[in-house]
């Protein structure tokens, strides 16, 4: 067994949760995991019942932090939700692309330096995949847990959310009021890191996308010294180019509609964010809002951004080889997969806007534009 395949079995049960918790995937797997998803779908749909209910007992409603944070509240649960319903939708693509990967780790290479190339790349983007689970559940759970304190001692924020059938004698208690925040800490945490779990798991499947881009990479810069043992070495490069192609196309089709989403919540949430920031520039709540509304697109953006750069690559690493050294044959095979590699792969939202950085930076400026403009009108 090679050691990519074993540190990949390793991980699989991890991976096998986040992607069953993105697909709704409960009617088979390990018990111990199918209790978790529900509980925490279980969860969900009981804050986003306590929120709405909160919405409903506003008398005077004013645009203030409670009501702010409310409404960004339900925008991320209504994300949990159409997150996972899109995840069932594509559960087939899913699976497809795991399988795929799955191929990809159980690849044997007979010779040596291609196999160096696929162990390494392989096994650095399991690395970073341990990182990003490790670093982005802590991160989200703590931030969920001091947002609580936030919560419990600034008279500005409140409750974000009503419990029915509660006799008015209980609102006075003291430890009836502290269990309330603390179950309002229950809900936010529950939330964040389901959010972040779905992440990490859309993280693991551009992380493989990437890998096999970069060991694709590696293979077409060792062209002109592999062509010379081995004469099918360049179908083996479009073979591995047509697995490219495939896997970038089934991963932007699994995030199309989700990126979309996400874009446009991460815009309303920079946009009230620094809406607020501008008339309260001391208020901590607003730099986490602002941090939170950023890490909602920003994880795919950066994925996007990676695999566009990396695919335009391809063609410049192809005219650096030596390709007029090559066989008449060779020559042949060689200009198709120079037509392959100029075609442009993106992800895209809602299959029509680019997924990137640019796509991020240009939210964000739009939102600060709107904000300004929001706070010139109401002086």
Same mark, same amino acid.
């Given at each position: 067994?090679?050691?990519?395949?074993? &540190?990949?079995?390793?991980?699989?049960?991890?991976?096998?949760?986040?992607?069953?918790?993105?697909?709704?995937?409960?009617?088979?797997?390990?018990?111990? =995991?199918?209790?978790?998803?529900?509980?925490?779908?279980?969860?969900?749909?009981?804050?986003?019942?306590?929120?709405?209910? !909160?919405?409903? !007992?506003?008398?005077?409603? &004013?645009?203030?932090?409670?009501?702010?944070?409310?409404?960004?509240?339900?925008?991320?649960?209504?994300?949990?939700?159409?997150?996972?319903?899109?995840?069932?939708?594509?559960?087939?693509?899913?699976?497809?692309?795991?399988?795929?990967?799955?191929?990809?780790?159980?690849?044997? &290479?007979?010779?040596?330096?291609?196999?160096?190339?696929?162990?390494?790349?392989?096994?650095?983007?399991?690395?970073?995949?341990?990182?990003?689970?490790?670093?982005?559940?802590?991160?989200?759970?703590?931030?969920?847990?001091?947002?609580?304190?936030?919560?419990?001692?600034?008279?500005?924020?409140?409750?974000?959310?009503?419990?029915?059938?509660?006799?008015?004698?209980?609102?006075?208690?003291?430890?009836?009021?502290?269990?309330?925040?603390?179950?309002?800490?229950?809900?936010?945490?529950?939330?964040?890191? *389901?959010?972040?779990?779905?992440?990490?798991?859309?993280?693991?499947?551009?992380?493989?996308?990437?890998?096999?881009?970069?060991?694709?990479?590696?293979?077409?810069?060792?062209?002109? &010294?592999?062509?010379?043992?081995?004469?099918?070495?360049?179908?083996?490069?479009?073979?591995? !180019?047509?697995?490219?192609?495939?896997?970038?196309?089934?991963?932007?089709?699994?995030?199309?509609?989700?990126?979309?989403?996400?874009?446009?919540?991460?815009?309303? *949430?920079?946009?009230?964010?620094?809406?607020?920031?501008?008339?309260?520039?001391?208020?901590?709540?607003?730099?986490?809002?602002?941090?939170?509304?950023?890490?909602?697109?920003?994880?795919?953006?950066?994925?996007?951004?990676?695999?566009?750069?990396?695919? =335009?690559?391809?063609?410049?690493?192809?005219?650096?080889?030596?390709?007029?050294?090559?066989?008449?044959?060779?020559?042949?095979?060689?200009?198709?997969?120079?037509?392959?590699?100029?075609?442009?792969?993106?992800?895209?939202?809602?299959?029509?806007?680019?997924?990137?950085?640019?796509?991020?930076?240009?939210?964000?400026?739009?939102?600060?534009?709107?904000?300004?403009?929001?706070?010139?009108?109401?002086?």
């Amino acid at each position: 067994m090679s050691p990519q395949l074993e &540190e990949f079995l390793k991980a699989k049960p991890r991976i096998d949760f986040l992607i069953a918790h993105l697909t709704l995937k409960v009617a088979s797997g390990p018990r111990k =995991d199918r209790f978790i998803i529900l509980l925490v779908v279980f969860l969900n749909i009981l804050f986003i019942f306590f929120v709405f209910l !909160h919405l409903m !007992h506003f008398e005077n409603f &004013e645009l203030n932090f409670n009501s702010l944070i409310t409404f960004l509240s339900i925008g991320g649960l209504i994300n949990y939700g159409f997150r996972m319903l899109a995840g069932l939708i594509n559960r087939q693509k899913f699976e497809k692309l795991l399988k795929n990967i799955s191929e990809m780790y159980e690849e044997q &290479e007979e010779d040596e330096e291609l196999g160096r190339i696929l162990k390494k790349h392989l096994m650095n983007s399991l690395k970073l995949l341990q990182f990003c689970d490790r670093w982005g559940i802590r991160m989200f759970f703590i931030g969920g847990f001091l947002c609580t304190f936030q919560f419990r001692f600034n008279e500005d924020y409140g409750l974000m959310y009503d419990l029915p059938f509660i006799a008015s004698d209980f609102k006075d208690n003291f430890l009836w009021n502290n269990f309330l925040y603390i179950l309002q800490a229950l809900f936010y945490i529950n939330l964040a890191t *389901a959010l972040i779990s779905f992440d990490v798991g859309i993280v693991f499947l551009g992380l493989q996308v990437i890998a096999e881009i970069n060991i694709l990479s590696d293979n077409i810069k060792l062209l002109n &010294e592999k062509v010379k043992t081995d004469t099918k070495f360049l179908r083996k490069v479009i073979k591995k !180019h047509c697995s490219v192609i495939e896997n970038v196309n089934l991963l932007s089709d699994i995030i199309s509609e989700t990126s979309f989403y996400q874009l446009v919540l991460t815009f309303i *949430a920079l946009l009230f964010g620094m809406t607020f920031l501008i008339s309260y520039a001391t208020g901590i709540t607003n730099y986490i809002i602002i941090m939170c509304g950023g890490s909602l697109s920003l994880p795919i953006c950066l994925l996007g951004e990676i695999i566009k750069n990396k695919i =335009d690559d391809l063609s410049d690493i192809l005219y650096l080889t030596n390709w007029y050294d090559l066989s008449l044959e060779n020559q042949k095979t060689f200009l198709i997969v120079l037509g392959m590699v100029q075609r442009e792969y993106r992800l895209k939202a809602a299959g029509m806007y680019d997924v990137n950085l640019y796509t991020f930076v240009q939210i964000f400026k739009i939102a600060f534009s709107y904000s300004a403009l929001l706070y010139s009108l109401s002086q």
